[in-house]
């Protein structure tokens, strides 16, 4: 449900970063999501296209892109792809790992028809 | 056909907030944890007992939000401490904002340490910063010992968990030990404790621990 404060804080942003006239000129937003951030991608997508219906970001399409976890072994120094739940290095089989990505939550860019 | 790169945090806004109460709460000396768990756990139990074991020692505040109803702040008041509950009307989590709005409410600037319960939800509060000095996770062993497994990302990001209900162990299919090797696998610096508020049974070393943490 924190999808929809999510939604919002995208379209804030968006509003805040690009002149009110030039709303409509906006084809993408591209944002990215990691995979231990807890959200659920479909939610924020309903969310998103439900607050945009009839304003001047009607036609916007929000794309997400999913980044991996990854951690990083303090012991090996090795960066690995590891389960969600259990953190342990596949390399090294050390438990102290500190997050590499995976948590990311942000609007990498916006995609503006210039016509 | 133009791209605008952005690389903006989603949540920024409320991230600032949260460094700004850190801030507040620094500049008068208040230590504060914020504590997430599923609904019914027995977050509010704790914070009670927690508050007739330290009473004396420390003064206390709480910050308490719920989606309806002021019934755990009601219960709060009896004990003669600052709180102020933050209703989110449905709201899964609480924001930096809503804690900052809170703490102004409160008469919270003499207070040693300041406790935030949040909504019960594993999901959603877990990616919100309030501003907490830590994140404290409470699980009571009627959930069943593989939440950890479940909600991952929680207990990675909390310091401490609490195993609450243990009184309970009898009667479910549930243990501390496995229960705590599954939190371990997600966070192998997770600080246990193991408590019941019915029996008192393990409350003195978890209130001793947290008064410790304010002298530090």
Request: hydrophobic share 40%; aromatic share 6%.
């Amino acid at each position: 449900m924190h999808e929809l404060s999510l939604a919002k804080e995208i379209i804030s942003h968006v509003e805040r970063i690009i002149p009110v006239d030039d709303l409509p000129k906006i084809q993408t937003i591209k944002i990215h999501v990691g995979e231990f951030s807890n959200i659920m991608p479909d939610s924020l997508l309903f969310a998103f296209n439900s607050l945009i219906e009839g304003t001047k970001l009607n036609n916007v399409r929000l794309e997400l892109e999913i980044v991996a976890l990854k951690v990083k072994c303090n012991t090996c120094q090795e960066v690995h792809s590891i389960k969600m739940n259990n953190f342990v290095c596949p390399n090294c089989n050390s438990n102290n790992l500190q997050l590499f990505s995976g948590s990311e939550l942000f609007i990498e860019s916006i995609q503006m028809n210039d016509d | 056909m133009s791209v605008l790169k952005i690389e903006k945090k989603i949540l920024e806004k409320n991230d600032q907030i949260a460094e700004r109460n850190r801030g507040i709460f620094l500049s008068h000396n208040i230590f504060t944890m914020n504590m997430l768990s599923s609904p019914g756990s027995g977050k509010t139990s704790l914070i009670e007992k927690t508050i007739l074991k330290l009473d004396e020692q420390i003064k206390i505040g709480v910050i308490e939000g719920d989606p309806q109803t002021d019934l755990d702040a009601q219960r709060l008041n009896s004990l003669a401490i600052p709180v102020v509950q933050i209703i989110t009307n449905g709201g899964c989590h609480l924001e930096a904002n809503l804690v900052n709005d809170a703490f102004s409410k409160g008469n919270f600037t003499n207070v040693d340490l300041l406790i935030i319960e949040n909504v019960g939800n594993l999901v959603c509060p877990a990616g919100f910063d309030l501003g907490e000095n830590f994140k404290i996770v409470v699980v009571s062993v009627t959930e069943g010992d593989d939440k950890p497994l479940k909600y991952p990302v929680v207990f990675r990001n909390s310091s401490v968990m609490i195993i609450n209900k243990i009184d309970l162990l009898p009667f479910v299919n549930s243990s501390i030990d496995q229960l705590s090797k599954n939190a371990l696998k997600i966070n192998p610096s997770l600080k246990i404790f193991a408590t019941s508020c019915y029996t008192g049974e393990g409350l003195d070393l978890w209130c001793e621990w947290l008064k410790n943490q304010l002298n530090r």
